[in-house]
């Protein structure tokens, strides 16, 4: 497939995410019958509890053998095999435009594993992109090509408000499932926000936070003019050992409090660097968050 090739850079990326098997460690609800179980009950196929029966109800799962030994109706209930529904919010701002390979790249290819999991196992994967854009939804493995095509097209863009894009996509975050947000969470306006729009919809959140190597130990010196790759913001610095001792505590106090939000609220969570192989990454990310078999 070219498009796994082109986008992992790696003609041998669909025997390893092929390994790989995302499961909903919660139930999650859905329209469409896939390979998660929900606790909501109906006509399903795996047996699980019986219920007095009431007028209306169909006939056809009464038990008989119940009836015949208790002479009183009974229904059977079932649990209905029920297919995820996988929101990638992918941050492309230009600050996940730097490194290499790029933040953006990287979140890409984490999230196209992801999604490739998720659409050999019939989920319905939608790619949110941040700031908002066009959505894109995808469902089963006949998809994955333009799939990942999608991903491929998207080009950073704009400055980081994660809450905003996130509250652009609110007629798409009605339907609960598994929430996933890929960003180096650079947000003037904090990570916080968009993470409490999701976890107040009910869904199931995993923070994916992309670094570059370079953004936890810069190593930089002199007189130096800093650009904000967003809004085109300078300042002319002398950049000291106290400097970067200042914004190395400062990178570490972001990343804390991430790891800390994430802890106290049951949130899944991972800090990938983009110089580590995507197919280890992933792996990590899924077993932190309980969701591999």
Not at 180 to 198: I, K, N, Q, T, Y
Not at 219 to 240: A, F, H, K, Q, Y
């Amino acid at each position: 497939m070219s498009e796994a090739g082109r986008l992992f850079d790696d003609p041998d990326s669909l025997r390893w995410l092929a390994r790989l098997d995302l499961l909903a460690r919660q139930v999650i609800s859905g329209a469409r019958r896939g390979e998660h179980r929900s606790r909501r009950r109906g006509a399903g196929t795996v047996f699980s509890d019986h219920r007095s029966y009431s007028r209306g109800d169909d006939l056809r799962y009464v038990d008989w053998n119940v009836y015949g030994r208790l002479g009183a109706l009974f229904l059977k209930e079932f649990e209905i095999e029920e297919s995820a529904n996988v929101l990638l919010l992918l941050d492309r701002s230009l600050s996940m435009d730097f490194g290499e390979p790029a933040k953006l790249l990287y979140a890409k290819r984490i999230a196209g594993a992801l999604g490739f999991i998720g659409l050999c196992h019939m989920d319905r994967v939608e790619v949110l992109p941040l700031p908002a854009g066009e959505p894109r939804a995808f469902t089963g493995r006949r998809q994955v090509p333009a799939f990942f095509e999608h991903l491929l097209s998207l080009e950073a863009k704009g400055g980081t408000d994660l809450l905003s894009g996130v509250r652009a996509y609110l007629p798409r975050l009605r339907r609960r499932g598994v929430a996933v947000l890929l960003s180096d969470l650079c947000d003037p306006g904090g990570f916080r926000p968009a993470l409490e729009f999701l976890r107040h919809r009910r869904h199931r959140v995993f923070i994916v936070q992309v670094v570059a190597p370079w953004e936890l130990k810069p190593e930089i010196s002199g007189n130096l003019r800093l650009v904000d790759c967003e809004d085109g913001t300078r300042l002319d610095v002398r950049m000291t050992d106290d400097l970067l001792r200042a914004y190395r505590e400062a990178f570490r106090r972001l990343c804390a409090s991430v790891a800390g939000y994430a802890l106290r609220h049951g949130v899944g969570h991972a800090r990938l660097r983009t110089d580590r192989p995507v197919s280890e990454a992933v792996l990590s990310l899924l077993r932190r968050g309980g969701v591999v078999r």
